[in-house]
C-alpha cells in the first residue's frame, strides 16, 4: 500500500494538503484536507491493472475548489440538504440561518464545512488499510448554529477496495447535526467512454421518498415509488426519461432500517463495468441526477463537465428533519457523540 502528502498551499494562514492512498490492488483516492474535497478515485480495468479510470468529477486545479458552488466531492455540514426557511427551534428557542437558497438553508450556509480547513490529525497504516483522520472546530453560532461542536472526519482505503467515511461529532450544548459526503460519481470515466451520466445502472433499497415542495423542501409526506421513474428497487438504466423534467433529487427512505451498517445502493456504468456498492448506518439517501449543475466545470483531463454529468448518493437524515416531526431527529444533545459511517465499496466488475 502507498500512502503519500504534498503540500499545496495555505489558505487563511493554515497548510492545505493533498493526500493519497493507493491500495495493493491498484485502486486510488486522493483528497484535500480543504473541505474534505475527494479530488479523484481511480479503478483499475479487470484487463489491466495499470490501465485506470478515474470515476470522480472533479477540477484540474485546486483554485477551483476554493471558488467550487456545487459541493463537489466535499464533506457536507453542519446540516445537509435543506433547512426551510432558514430557521428551526431548538428547546423553545428560534435560530435563524444564513438564506443561501432562495430563502432556505442549504448545505450547512454561506461559508459551510466544505470551506474549511481541516486539522490533519492522523496519516497511518495499519492493518492493510490506510487512514485520515481530520478535524474541524465549529464554534458556537458559526453560521447560525448553537455550540462549539468538536467534528471528526475519517477516511480510509483497504484492501477490500473499500473507501470508508465516519463522521463523528460532540457539542458542548444542544445542537444539530446531519453529514454527508457529496461525491460527484461518473463511472463511464475521462477516457473514451467520457459522456453523461446516461447508461449508468442504478439500485436502490427504498420503497419510499419525501415528496418535496418546487424548491425541494420535504413536506413530510412519503410517496410509494411503484409506478413511477423513482423506482430503483431493482436495477435500472438512467436514460433520457428519467433525466428529464429535472431529473431527480430525493431523498430515499431505507427499506428496513435499523441503524445497523447495511446494503443501501449500488451504481455502475453499462460501459466500463465499474461502479460502487454503497453501506450506510443513516435512515435516507439523497439520490441526485446533477439537474442543477453548471454548463460548464474546468474538469479533469480537460474534460468540460455539464448538467447531469454527475450522479450523487449522499447517506443522511432525512433534510428538513428538524421541521418535521415525523423524521429521525438530528438533535445531538450536549456531550452526547454524533456518528455516521459510509463504506463505497469499489468495483470494475459489474
Not at 445502472?201 to 411503484?226: H, L, Q, S
Amino acid at each position: 500500500m502507498k500512502l503519500s502528502s504534498e503540500f499545496v498551499k495555505k489558505v487563511n494562514n493554515k497548510e492545505v494538503k493533498k493526500i493519497t492512498f493507493e491500495n495493493d490492488n491498484g485502486y486510488v483516492v486522493s483528497f484535500y484536507n480543504f473541505g474534505g474535497y475527494l479530488h479523484s478515485v481511480e479503478i483499475p480495468s479487470k484487463k489491466q491493472s495499470n490501465d485506470r479510470e478515474d470515476v470522480l468529477l472533479g477540477y484540474n486545479n485546486f483554485f477551483d475548489y476554493e471558488n467550487d458552488t456545487s459541493y463537489l466531492n466535499s464533506i457536507v455540514g453542519r446540516i445537509c440538504g435543506r433547512i426551510s426557511n432558514s430557521k428551526f427551534t431548538l428547546n423553545n428557542k428560534e435560530y435563524n440561518l444564513f438564506a443561501n437558497d432562495n430563502s432556505n438553508h442549504l448545505h450547512g450556509g454561506k461559508i459551510g464545512f466544505n470551506k474549511k480547513v481541516w486539522e490533519i490529525r492522523k496519516l497511518s497504516e495499519k492493518n492493510d488499510s490506510l487512514k485520515c483522520v481530520l478535524e474541524y472546530f465549529s464554534e458556537n453560532m458559526e453560521e447560525g448554529y448553537p455550540g462549539n461542536l468538536e467534528c471528526k472526519t475519517s477516511y480510509s482505503l483497504n484492501n477490500n477496495n473499500e473507501f470508508i467515511i465516519e463522521f463523528s461529532a460532540i457539542s458542548d450544548e444542544d445542537t444539530i447535526v446531519n453529514l454527508t459526503n457529496h461525491n460527484y460519481w461518473n463511472f463511464h470515466g475521462h477516457k473514451d467512454k467520457y459522456s453523461n451520466i446516461t447508461n449508468h445502472f442504478v439500485k436502490v433499497n427504498a420503497n419510499t421518498f419525501c415528496e418535496v415542495t418546487e424548491n425541494y423542501i420535504p413536506t413530510g409526506k412519503m410517496i410509494d415509488v411503484g409506478n413511477s421513474k423513482y423506482d430503483f428497487r431493482n436495477y435500472k438504466l438512467i436514460d433520457h426519461e428519467i433525466l428529464s423534467k429535472q431529473g431527480i433529487d430525493n431523498c430515499y427512505s431505507i427499506k428496513n432500517y435499523d441503524e445497523n451498517i447495511n446494503h443501501i445502493a449500488s451504481v455502475f456504468s453499462n460501459y466500463t463495468k465499474m461502479g460502487v456498492e454503497l453501506f450506510s448506518d443513516n435512515p435516507g439517501l439523497q439520490l441526485y441526477t446533477g439537474n442543477m449543475m453548471d454548463k460548464i466545470y474546468p474538469g479533469k483531463n480537460n474534460r468540460k463537465y455539464g448538467t447531469q454529468y454527475g450522479l450523487c448518493l449522499e447517506p443522511q437524515l432525512f433534510p428538513d428533519s428538524i421541521n418535521h416531526a415525523n423524521f429521525k431527529s438530528p438533535i445531538l444533545r450536549t456531550k452526547e457523540e454524533y456518528s455516521s459511517t459510509i463504506i463505497m465499496k469499489l468495483k470494475n466488475d459489474f
